[in-house]
T-cell receptor, first 117, second 116 residues
Framework: GAVVSQHPSRVICKSGTSVKIECRSL??????MFWYRQFPKQSLMLMAT?????????EQGVEKDKFLINHASLTLSTLTVTSAHPEDSSFYIC?????????????FGDGTRLSIL | AQTVTQSQPEMSVQEAETVTLSCTYD???????LFWYKQPPSRQMILVIR??????QNATENRFSVNFQKAAKSFSLKISDSQLGDAAMYFC?????????????FGKGTKLSVKP
């Protein structure tokens, strides 16, 4: 089956640091990737949708200057949390799908646990 | 906007027994997809079952089946012969058909415990 690799799986860093999370589709071309955030014991909340070669579409309330998303190729999307603060600590998970996004299954990465000290 | 509601924050079932997890949703669309995802403590999202709204037949996957009631906008998950490995968070999710986005809208989840 389709595999999505998300790296790193765990990050612990100091406040003010920028953190980059990578989401790679290993065996298919991901025209669309989604970035979700999950707080403890809560559901996944969509942060943004990125389509290869175009700017990401952010959900209401998500700061695009805070959470930079790049989807420069059909196999890689990155989420950069800029100048991270403790309130940015969360579980971030990506998913990827291919052509005709709404009719194709989404394949999830294993997530990244981000802890800001 | 579409919404997904899971009214059971926690459920418990005895091993080998059957349990049903509830999910309701709200939409004005006539065609869409519905999903159940399992998230074990490892936090990996695992697709359990998928239902296309235009199909009347309820989807089944081995011990997992759904009761899809389109008019009532209900999409419950039945787990038969529960196993210890079924213990996890279960999320119901909705996705529109058409358009270019296709993002999932999740319910708040139900934590399932399986007692030996």
């Amino acid at each position: 089956g389709a595999v999505v690799s998300q790296h790193p799986s765990r990050v612990i860093c100091k406040s003010g640091t920028s953190v980059k999370i990578e989401c790679r589709s290993l065996d298919f071309q991901a025209t669309t990737m989604f970035w979700y955030r999950q707080f403890p014991k809560q559901s996944l909340m969509l942060m943004a949708t990125s389509n290869e070669g175009s700017k990401a579409t952010y959900e209401q309330g998500v700061e695009k200057d805070k959470f930079l998303i790049n989807h420069a190729s059909l196999t890689l999307s990155t989420l950069t949390v800029t100048s991270a603060h403790p309130e940015d600590s969360s579980f971030y998970i990506c998913s990827a799908t291919s052509f005709g996004a709404s009719n194709q299954p989404q394949h999830f990465g294993d997530g990244t646990r981000l802890s800001i000290l | 906007a579409q919404t997904v509601t899971q009214s059971q924050p926690e459920m418990s079932v005895q091993e080998a027994e059957t349990v049903t997890l509830s999910c309701t949703y709200d939409t004005s669309e006539s065609d869409y997809y519905l999903f159940w995802y399992k998230q074990p403590p490892s936090r990996q999202m695992i697709l359990v079952i998928r239902q296309e709204a235009y199909k009347q037949q309820n989807a089944t996957e081995n011990r997992f089946s759904v009761n899809f009631q389109k008019a009532a906008k209900s999409f419950s998950l039945k787990i038969s012969d529960s196993q210890l490995g079924d213990a996890a968070m279960y999320f119901c999710a909705y996705r529109s058909i058409g358009g270019s986005q296709g993002n999932l809208i999740f319910g708040k989840g139900t934590k399932l415990s399986v007692k030996p």
